[in-house]
C-alpha cells in the first residue's frame, strides 16, 4: 500500500514540475522568480527524497523475496545456489544479487545453515562459504577481508584446514555434519548466499 502511495507521490509531484517546466519564462519582478526558483528546488528535492524511497522499498521487496525461499537467522537471509560454479563465480553471482558469499559467525548460525543446505541442496554435500586465506597463507578471512573469529574446521580425520597454499577456499559440509574444510578454489560447488536484512 506504502508503495502505490508513493508511487501515485511521485506521479503528482513530476507533473506539478513538468508544468512549471513548460510555461514559457515571463518578465517578473526578481522577487517573484527567487520564490519560483525555491519552489522548484524543493519539489525537485521532494522528487529526490520519493525516489530514494522507492528504491529502499524496491530493494526492500526484493530481499524479503530472498528470505521467502532462503532461510533468516541472526539478521540474515541465506539462499542456496544448487548450480555447481569455481568459487570466484560464485562469489561474483552473489554479489550480482547484492550479497555476499555466507559466512556463519557462530555455532547457532552454523547449525541453521547446515539443516538448510541438507533439505535444499543435499544432505552429502559441500558449498562454498565466504571465507578465504587467499590473501596471507593461514589468515582466514570473510568477503569484507576481516579476519573470522567464528571457526568450525573439521578436526577428525585430516584436521582441516591442511591445504596449504593450493586450498585457499573454505567449504561447509554436510556429510560431516557442518564442519568446513579448506579446498582449491576451482572446484565447482553449489554455494550459499547471505543477505544482511535492513
Not at 524496491?58 to 532461510?71: I, P, T
Not at 570466484?88 to 552454523?110: I, Q, R, W
Not at 541453521?112 to 578465504?132: A, C, H, K, T
Request: glycine share 8%; hydrophobic share 30%.
Amino acid at each position: 500500500m506504502e508503495f502505490k502511495g508513493a508511487c501515485v507521490l511521485l506521479g503528482v509531484l513530476l507533473l506539478v514540475n513538468c508544468s512549471f517546466q513548460q510555461n514559457p519564462p515571463r518578465k517578473k519582478p526578481v522577487k517573484k522568480e527567487a520564490t519560483k526558483d525555491a519552489a522548484i528546488e524543493e519539489l525537485q528535492k521532494q522528487i529526490n527524497d520519493i525516489v530514494e524511497e522507492l528504491n529502499l522499498l524496491k530493494e526492500q521487496q526484493a530481499l524479503q523475496r530472498v528470505c521467502l525461499k532462503g532461510v533468516k537467522s541472526h539478521g540474515k537471509c541465506f539462499l542456496a545456489d544448487p548450480v555447481r560454479k569455481r568459487y570466484h563465480t560464485a562469489s561474483e553471482d552473489c554479489n550480482a544479487l547484492g550479497g555476499v558469499l555466507g559466512t556463519p559467525t557462530s555455532s547457532d548460525e552454523n547449525d541453521q545453515l547446515r539443516d538448510y543446505l541438507r533439505q535444499s541442496i543435499g544432505p552429502n554435500e559441500q558449498v562454498w562459504l565466504g571465507i578465504n586465506d587467499m590473501g596471507t597463507e593461514g589468515t582466514w578471512v570473510d568477503q569484507t577481508g576481516t579476519t573470522i573469529t567464528f571457526k568450525n574446521w573439521d578436526t577428525s580425520g585430516s584436521r582441516q584446514p591442511d591445504g596449504g597454499q593450493s586450498q585457499n577456499c573454505a567449504a561447509l559440509s554436510g556429510a560431516a555434519r557442518g564442519k568446513w574444510s579448506d579446498e582449491n578454489c576451482r572446484e565447482e560447488k553449489p554455494s550459499v548466499c547471505q543477505f544482511n536484512i535492513v
